[in-house]
């Protein structure tokens, strides 16, 4: 890979680089009827959950969409798609057989994607737990990790053949801390010891599962997590007697989003500077072991970025609270108090989410030092929410500021790449205006609109944008089918 040269332009990627889209089964499939509720059911089914009261019973209507959606994948230019499977629609009780009916969805989208030239990306939880489950305990309970590893096993018995990119978990803090921290996630529980206990066995899940695929997947398999990092900062303008106190906070959110997951991963233990905060919500259900299978070595590591995040203390000025769009907040961080969030305004997304492209490359590069040792990177989500205008007479979507957004978001991942970072891939966020968890539908990240009530993809112009993004960087002079694979 060379340098930036002398003029600014940027060199090309590798003709291996994988250029993706990603989606989430709950988000897009609909077809309620045909799998089992999950947590993410019961939880909109609750009022004042959901922004504007909706659900994901019918969502994106994919199911019975698959083969124009593929099609929509084919002309965007990818070489690779990154979906989940549903796990109450493979397995509706969350145990035992799997359902032939489920299966046929998965197997149906993935001999499509094969047929378009499309690598298929599976990831195998994307916070959609079955009911049962949950009333069980879910993760909480440690036999849920058993059973996540079965039920990796099971669809990895069935797909293997044809799926060889796997990614165990997608976020494993919004599972914990939002889930059971927070309560602004399904299940809904607001306590911090539990968001502590959950991400453990969410993290001992994946690695459980790991262990046990790697003894049943062929040598060419690749098998990652997907974590969602964020870097934090003392706001610009914070007076000097305030910075320290900012700084100490800064540390621990970088704590609690980052390195609890990171470290356990990639070092085998948790970061020793938050053990006195956490160790009591431990106790009790670590066991000798758990760490040495958490950490079960990676093909990849999955990272999703959006933003970086800026803090100041609470009593500076009159804004308001940080809590956006529930994804970020201080109430969703155990023991952080007395800071709020920076609000970019009108020059942030609509999620109040600022734009930080360097960001992506800071965050790039400081994996690589922090960890030395740690597997190839793949930016497994990056996109933006704006709310667009309607489509126009062409029925385009013009979205300049998400074309933008893209845009500067790959540059700044090319220059990390250019300076050393190993990264393999790029998943633009997503094909699909669709159910924004909390925020229901109130907020769009899609390269494509998705008309309410016909269901009529309209693609925007970011569309566009990230097809000739794909062709200006692509090196090797291949054609859209080609890589797709580390
Ligand atoms: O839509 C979500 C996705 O499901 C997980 N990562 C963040 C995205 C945007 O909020």
Redesign the pocket.
Known sequence: MNQVDERGALPSLPAAFVWGVGT?AF?IEGEAEGRSDSIWDRFCAEPGRIADGSDGRIACEHVSHLEEDVELLRSLGVNAYRFSISWPRVMPSGRGELSGEGLDFYDRLVDGLLDAGIEPWATLY??DLPVELQDDGGWLDRRTVDRFTDYALGMHAALGDRVRQWATL??PW?SAWLGYGSGVHAPGFADHPSAVRAAHHLLLAHGRAVEALRSQAPADHQLGIVL?LFSFHTAPGVSEDRTQEVERVVRLLDGEQNRWFLDPLLLGSYPPDLLETFAPHLEGFVRDGDLRQIAAPLDYLGV?Y?SDHFLLPASDGSQEQGEH?G?AGPGSYPGVGNVRWSDPGDEGTS?GWHITPEGLKALLLRIGRDYPGAPALVVM?N?A?FHDPLPGPDGTVEDPRRGAYLTSHVESLIEAVAQGADVRGYFA??LLD?F??SQGYT?R?GLVRVEEGSLRRFPKRSFEVYRDLIARYRGGGGSGSSGGSL
């Open positions: 989430s988000q994307h916070w997608n976020e919004c969602n999703n959006y769009s994804l999620m989500e996109g929410a966020w997503t669709n924004e968890w907020q990240f």
